[in-house]
């Protein structure tokens, strides 16, 4: 069995800086480097990193950066037989901001990633077939997005959607698609149009989701832990106590562990938990990809942490 990952791949070009700068501001930032990236990506490698067996589908552009992200994702085990190189424009950028306290703000050029649309459609629907998840976000545009999803449940695929980045027009046709929804704060508040800001705000937004047509909903409340509600029961899972550097590609990892767990058949309690371990380790190092953890120092972090 394995899980596909149908979205966006990035070059990160990302700097340190003491603190995140104020409008107009310039300031003097600490260090600088560029790695692989973007939401598709990040998830396609969160998941490889713990053994999952995982493709990828999306598309690069037709610049220098192709060469070195192809190669990157190949360095983590995964194919990128269906990665496009698309010759009319260039790669995914994130521009990415990390103060010292782990924070960050990110500005994104879709580039390669917004041409993404039928012919990816039509390599998708190849690889359902054995397929446990369809992972998708929202830097693909937002029609391919619900296609995806529409091809994965005629295929009886669980889709798990990231609805990130945030916005409030998710088309109401998209939301019965979906198996499980994972926003954030700042994303699930924009899919209410209410403030969610705690554990008990974040089960009311999940609730509204659920009225939409999503089966599960897990917010995710950063270093507070995350909340999933079911038709059956709501849970809370605590977050891992780490000592954090950068939270840029922590949903990303919460993803990538979530569904490495649902596609080992563990429950979806214990799937949380995956994420949440996932999400935590990531901020102990710099940058995206390379954060993600391998599977023995998941496997021990978990255990460890279990005990204590």
């Not at 589908?57 to 994702?73: Q, S």
């Not at 929202?138 to 999803?149: H, R, S």
């Not at 809370?236 to 939270?247: C, G, R």
């Amino acid at each position: 069995m394995t899980i596909i990952v149908f979205g966006s791949i990035n070059i990160d070009l990302a700097a340190k800086t003491p603190r995140l700068p104020q409008p107009g501001e310039t300031i003097i930032g600490s260090n600088f480097f560029t790695a692989g990236g973007g939401k598709g990506a990040n998830q396609a490698v969160a998941a490889a990193s713990l053994g999952t067996s995982t493709n990828i589908i999306g598309r690069v552009g037709n610049d220098k950066f192709a060469e070195e992200l192809l190669t990157n994702l190949q360095s983590y085990g995964l194919s990128t037989d269906n990665v496009l190189i698309d010759q009319n424009t260039h790669s995914g950028v994130a521009i990415i901001a990390v103060d010292e306290t782990g924070q960050n703000n990110i500005i994104v050029i879709p580039g390669a990633n917004n041409n993404v649309g039928e012919a990816d459609i039509e390599r998708l629907q190849k690889l359902l077939t054995g397929a446990t998840s369809l992972l998708l976000q929202l830097e693909i545009p937002l029609e391919v997005v619900q296609e995806a999803a529409k091809a994965a449940r005629q295929a009886g695929v669980r889709v798990i959607l990231d609805p990130a980045p945030a916005r409030a027009d998710l088309p109401l046709e998209l939301y019965p698609l979906i198996d499980i929804i994972t926003p954030n704060e700042v994303e699930a508040s924009q899919l209410v149009g209410f403030r969610v800001n705690d554990a008990e705000t974040a089960i009311v937004a999940a609730k509204h989701l659920q009225e939409r047509g999503v089966k599960n909903v897990i917010v995710k409340l950063g270093d507070r832990g995350a909340v999933a509600v079911t038709a059956d029961e709501t849970f809370f899972v605590p977050a891992f106590a780490v000592e954090a550097i950068d939270t840029v590609a922590a949903g990303d990892a919460f993803n990538g562990g979530l569904a490495s767990a649902l596609d080992a058949g563990l429950s979806l309690s214990e799937a949380v938990r995956w994420g949440a371990a996932a999400g935590a380790l990531c901020t102990t190092k710099v940058g995206a990809q390379g954060a993600m953890c391998d599977r023995a120092t998941f496997d021990k972090f978990l255990h460890n942490r279990l005990l204590a």
